[in-house]
């Protein structure tokens, strides 16, 4: 554990040293909310509440994607990458510092969306829902994580920064987080289900108000973590066979 909060503290340092890359991350879903949810969430709590919910869903998604899906392209073209490789401690701490650290900006990245829907919006929610989300947060981090692993062992980086742009987007808008629950269009609400973005906005909405989950999208979702771990470990495997072979 000490390794990986080392580890954790480097990736930490190396991002914060260059301020755009964590403007960057907040920057997006903030604008979304200034565009998308202030002008309309008029004087209902509870829509500028779930509508906050789902900016909330768009930054995680956001920062996983492209910190992990260019950060560890980028990574991977760095000598001191394959050095670090072949350190006794193993791939393990590496790893798991990097998770650490990703999950630190994320939360970072959310101070905007949640400044913009406290200030500027009637969204509230209560001290145990607003703990039960930051919970979430973690919970539905773990698909982007996996989808921008996938992407940065399976890409090099100027390919990886197209492919998560070019994946952002349509999960973005076909999951339904730039509507309001029930409120997208039609042929958005049947695709919707079937995508990890639905899944995780979802598990947000029930987190900070009265919302029951569809059983299609929870289970979707866990076919997608299950589908991405698979896709980024044999990226890694990979990977690593090409450094060493």
């Known amino acids: 554990m ?29 604008a979304a909310m200034i565009f998308f949810v202030v ?13 906050t919910a789902s900016m909330v869903t768009f930054s995680v998604m956001s920062a996983n994607i492209f910190q992990y899906g260019v950060g560890v392209a980028e990574d991977r073209a760095q000598p001191w990458n394959p050095y670090t490789r072949t ?25 905007p969306v949640v ?9 509230r929610v209560s001290l145990a829902a607003f703990l039960l989300t930051t919970v979430t947060v973690a919970v539905i981090s773990v698909p982007f994580t996996l989808m921008g692993l996938a992407i940065g062992y ?7 920064i197209v492919v ?11 999951g339904g987080l730039l509507s309001a629950p029930g409120e997208a269009p039609g042929f958005i609400e049947t695709i919707a ?26 289970i979707m979702l866990g076919v997608w973590v299950v589908l991405l771990a698979l896709v ?13 072979s």
């Open 2 to 30: 000490q390794l990986a909060l080392v580890h954790a503290r480097y990736q930490l340092l190396e991002t914060i040293r260059i301020p755009v890359a964590v403007f960057g991350s907040a920057f997006f879903p903030a």
């Open 39 to 51: 002008p309309f969430a008029g004087d209902d709590p509870a829509g500028a509440t779930f509508a």
């Open 87 to 111: 350190l006794p401690a193993g791939s393990v701490p590496r790893f798991a510092g990097r998770v650490l650290a990703g999950l630190a900006l994320t939360y970072l990245s959310l101070i």
């Open 115 to 123: 400044v913009i829907g406290a200030t500027l919006t009637p969204a």
């Open 154 to 160: 399976s890409w090099p980086s100027k390919a990886a």
């Open 164 to 174: 998560a742009q070019v994946v952002f987007l349509p999960l973005a808008f076909g």
């Open 193 to 218: 289900p079937f995508l990890p973005t639905r899944g995780a906005a979802e598990l947000m909405w029930a987190a900070v108000g009265d919302y029951r989950v569809e059983p299609l999208a929870l």
């Open 232 to 244: 980024a470990g044999w990226a890694y495997r990979r990977d690593e066979g090409r450094r060493f």
